[in-house]
């Protein structure tokens, strides 16, 4: 890894041979959680080519997102397939993987970035905190030791990702100097896109996948995010998540530390709101 600091894990050790079947083999929602995941982990190809395009000319984080961040990205997909293909051997995950590819594939482009090199930072600061704190839940919900110690490893790396892109952001704030306003509009703006593109392309592949010949309807997807939103409610890590949104804000640990009861409120109001207007 050079100079970067990397995984301290590979595929090898997961020991995919002790899946506990019985306990996940009928769990659907759990399915389609862990194939969804695969799907946007594995294809990180994409959208890190375009962030490299967009740093291209700052080489120490080219160097990153090529050398680490996306060798790191893959080996998660990697990892999370192989789950899948173990833990539900019956579902086809290469042709279903082909139609998320095609059709997520077509909205992943250069535009779609931050219009500053500080805010697309803080965007890739809130896809961390979100993936790192939902690999968090996963490791704690999981009814299987395997899918726990993976989510761990996965949360893990998320956490460092994070603090290499706060690191970044820092860099370029001191440069472009951001209002704090611009930066909370796009922590926020960053956050509603998440299930616009990859998560609904993710479930959506998924699901034709797994239901050959069967329509799909909305209300499907809906179904699966209103499940979605009932775990994260109970078990998702909001402290933690919300710790790791407001630092790209610069407050004081005095004010962030004051700050964190009344987000987690809000957080847990917007869900409540979200549901009941699904």
């Known amino acids: 890894m050079g100079k970067f600091d990397g995984a301290s894990w590979s ?6 041979g002790e899946i506990a079947h019985d306990r996940v083999r009928d769990d659907r929602q759990l399915f ?3 194939a969804s995941a695969s799907f946007i982990e594995i294809t990180s190809d994409l959208y890190t080519q375009n962030l490299i395009e967009f740093f291209r000319h700052d080489a120490e984080i080219a160097e990153w997102l090529a050398h680490q961040w996306e060798k790191e990205e893959l080996q998660h997909g990697a990892a999370l397939k192989k ?3 173990t833990a539900w051997p019956d579902f086809d995950w290469e ?26 930072m803080v965007a890739r600061c809130v896809v961390e905190t979100g993936t790192a704190s939902f690999y968090r839940m996963l490791s704690d919900i999981s009814p299987d030791p395997v899918l726990s110690r993976l989510a761990t490893e996965i949360s893990a790396d998320e956490v460092r990702h994070y603090k290499h892109f706060h690191r970044y952001f820092r860099r370029y704030r001191d440069v472009e100097k951001p209002s704090r306003f611009a930066v909370l ?14 998560t609904f392309h993710a479930f959506h592949a998924v699901f034709r996948g797994s239901h050959p010949g069967v329509e799909f309807e909305r209300a499907d997807y809906d179904a699966y ?8 409610r ?7 998540a919300v710790k790791m949104l407001l630092k790209p804000l610069g407050m004081s640990p005095m004010v962030g530390r004051a700050m964190v009861p009344a987000v ?7 869900l409540r709101r979200y549901d009941n207007a699904a």
């Open 234 to 240: 109970q078990y998702f890590p909001h402290g933690m």
């Open 95 to 120: 042709a279903a993987y082909a139609n998320f590819r095609r059709d997520y594939g077509a909205t992943c482009t250069v535009e779609g970035l931050a219009g500053t090199k500080a805010l697309e």
């Open 32 to 34: 389609y959680i862990v």
């Open 11 to 16: 595929i090898d050790d997961i020991p995919y």
């Open 185 to 198: 509009r796009t922590l926020v703006g960053r956050a509603a896109e998440v299930e616009a593109g990859d």
């Open 83 to 85: 789950y899948v293909q």
């Open 225 to 232: 995010r209103d499940g979605v939103l009932n775990l994260v």
């Open 264 to 270: 987690k409120q809000a957080t847990r109001l917007f």
